[in-house]
């Protein structure tokens, strides 16, 4: 699992009980195996092939990068002692090679690369998975491995496939307990290091790997319960499910609102609104954010009989990107879910960095992304003093401001940021917009709701207020990307006018008031609030919806078709209504207390129906 959560906590926040565990259902009567069972059902299946062939029965056990090769191999040995276990990593390119190959995409800053187009037969040497496909010839054989599908072609169709599948967050979190990325001899790297590593190279290549299997796959395993880097001593056994039962659950999820698993994570600005409200890990010093939506990194549980098996909801995205994104969005961004939801929380914490994200025209041609980090800050709570820094001050001398920078990374010489930028007061409710190229950040005392485009690591930090990071050394500052990026026109008046309190009422219905909160015109995503008391229609409108519940306790999604189960939302919980939904209206439960509620919903603009 990727966060240990129920130990945490009984999750009730003072205004309902936010879910820290929220599942997805696989199909009616689908039972998860687990152990020995599920690798004996991989292996029956397996001599079923075969004696249709006429060859030994294989197994491919083709593994994500970051899945625990050692442990995996010894459980599958134990369950299977018969059969012949093969590396398939030994036909792999010598890890020198691949690393001369992805040197350009890794390039020499801590945080930055340029993203890699490789496909994992770049890794491998072909006349060595040429011989290791011909050597397998009477005994039962299980090859396992980063890269193990790459010899069903060679085996003309007789083997069958498992799919030990991981989400990024869990790569992540072993990684800063010593992991190393694919085959590279780096566990003592900075941490970082080994992220970009997998940002721009090993996930990029390891998903459009996978993705290419998802058809034919005949098992998915839980490699996320496989040596997890928080073990939990009620954990069951890795979870393994049919193929069959991994492509339905993720239509069925398609159709239907769901959440992903939210991941928390501690940092040196953090604050303690979540673990206070939502019940988190006491022993904490803080978290700082939450990744409440961002289905690229964080995973789905799915549950039937037997508990849970968690996958990467990227996986969602790969295989349903039509029903779940929309036509339009899917034409726009491909398989890509745009939009992102977290919290940053700096109650009693600190300010965020002083920073800015790149323009687009910079973030294509400097790191090979198609689109930026453009953001905004929806302000879910605030402390009396909470205040968001927003663009330069009216007539600042910029030359003089990035010489202040320049000069502050000393240590010794304090940025004068009240000098340069402005601060705004925030109040509950606000929402301010932040183009790329707009210098910004949360102050101290914030809940902020992020809801913004999915890059998340292109920040280009200007000022850490005089601070190390949690590893005890100054975080990654990038004066020179900032410099060339920074809108200087972005000033007091430009600001005031262009992204503060640019609500608009769009419709009063009853007690129903639907608001646009105001993006700016170069961001593409539009925000929508509504207002209501007993119940609020929405239409997907053939597009992805992402909503947060921001006012009131408890509501649920419901729909006017029956055509799903009512789905329960709790306070700051974040959901997804894929566009293959349609109609759907939330309104209060037999439990809610709240007189009033609030939702905010995003998506893409120009995506809907009516947007025709
Ligand atoms: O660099 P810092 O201070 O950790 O802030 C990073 C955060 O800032 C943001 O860019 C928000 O402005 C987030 O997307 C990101 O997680």
Not at 315 to 335: E, I, M, N
Not at 553 to 564: C, H, I, L, N, Q
């Amino acid at each position: 699992m990727t966060t240990p959560i129920s130990d945490m906590h009984e999750g009730h926040t003072t205004r309902g009980r936010y879910d820290t565990q929220p599942t997805v259902a696989l199909p009616e009567g689908e039972r998860i195996l687990r152990g020995a069972e599920g690798w004996e059902a991989a292996a029956e299946l397996a001599e079923a092939c075969a004696r249709v062939t006429g060859t030994a029965p294989v197994l491919l056990v083709d593994t994500y990068p970051g899945v625990d090769l050692p442990t995996l191999t010894a459980q599958v040995r134990s369950a299977l002692p018969e059969w012949t276990v093969q590396d398939v990593e030994t036909a792999a390119r010598p890890v020198t090679e691949v690393e001369q190959l992805i040197a350009p995409n890794l390039t020499d800053d801590r945080v930055f690369g340029v993203m890699s187009h490789f496909t994992l037969a770049d890794f491998y040497d072909a006349a060595q998975l040429d011989a290791l496909a011909a050597g397998i010839t009477q005994t039962p054989t299980v090859v396992i491995g980063w890269g193990a599908a790459l010899l069903a072609p060679r085996l003309d169709g007789s083997a069958a496939t498992v799919l030990v599948d991981m989400a990024r967050w869990e790569i992540q979190l072993r990684q800063r307990k010593g992991a190393t990325n694919w085959r590279a001899d780096n566990a003592a790297e900075d941490n970082l290091r080994k992220y970009k590593r997998g940002f721009f190279v090993e996930w990029r290549v390891a998903d459009r790997h996978k993705r290419s299997l998802f058809d034919t796959l005949d098992f998915v395993l839980d490699g996320n319960a496989i040596a997890p880097a928080e073990p939990h001593p009620d954990s069951p056994e890795a979870g393994m499910i049919t193929g069959t039962a991994f492509r339905q659950a993720l239509k069925d999820a398609a159709s239907r609102p769901f959440r992903v698993v939210p991941f928390f994570d501690p940092g040196v600005w953090g604050g303690q609104w979540m673990k206070n409200l939502i019940g988190l890990d006491p022993s904490k010093d803080n978290y700082a954010w939450c990744f409440d939506c961002v289905p690229e990194e964080n995973s789905l549980l799915l549950e039937g009989e037997g508990g849970v098996v968690e996958i990467p909801a990227l996986d969602l995205v790969f295989s349903r990107p039509v029903d779940l994104l929309g036509a339009k969005t899917f034409s726009r961004f491909g398989a890509e879910f745009p939009i992102r939801f977290d919290f940053l929380d700096t109650m009693d914490g600190g300010n965020l960095s002083l920073q800015v994200h790149p323009l687009t025209d910079y973030i294509q041609n400097t790191f090979g992304m198609h689109y930026t980090q453009d953001e905004s800050y929806y302000m879910l709570d605030v402390g009396d003093d909470a205040v968001v820094y927003l663009g330069t001050k009216e007539g600042i001398d910029r030359a003089e401001m990035l010489q202040d920078l320049a000069t502050a990374q000393d240590g010794e010489h304090p940025f004068p940021a009240e000098k340069y930028v402005n601060s705004f007061p925030a109040r509950k409710h606000d929402h301010f917009a932040i183009p790329a190229g707009t210098i910004h950040c949360s102050g101290a005392n914030s809940m902020v709701l992020e809801i913004s485009a999915t890059p998340f690591i292109f920040t280009f930090k200007l000022w850490d207020w005089g601070r190390v990071g949690l590893d005890g050394v100054p975080r990654p500052v990038h004066l020179d990307h900032g410099a060339r990026n920074i809108q200087w026109d972005r000033d007091t008046t430009w600001v005031g006018d262009n992204l503060l309190d640019q609500v608009e009422t769009i419709r009063t219905d009853g007690d129903v008031i639907e608001e646009s909160t105001g993006l700016h015109e170069l961001e593409f995503i539009e925000v929508r609030r509504h207002w209501f008391e007993q119940g609020a229609d929405h239409d997907t409108e053939g597009t992805v919806n992402v909503l947060n519940l921001v006012e009131g306790d408890e509501v649920r999604v419901v729909s006017p078709t029956d055509a799903f189960a009512p789905f329960v939302i709790h306070y700051a919980e974040t959901f997804i209504v894929p566009a293959a939904v349609g109609a759907y209206r939330i309104e209060r439960t037999e439990n809610s207390r709240s007189a009033r509620f609030a939702t905010v919903k995003a998506y893409v603009r120009g995506s809907r129906t009516s947007d025709n």
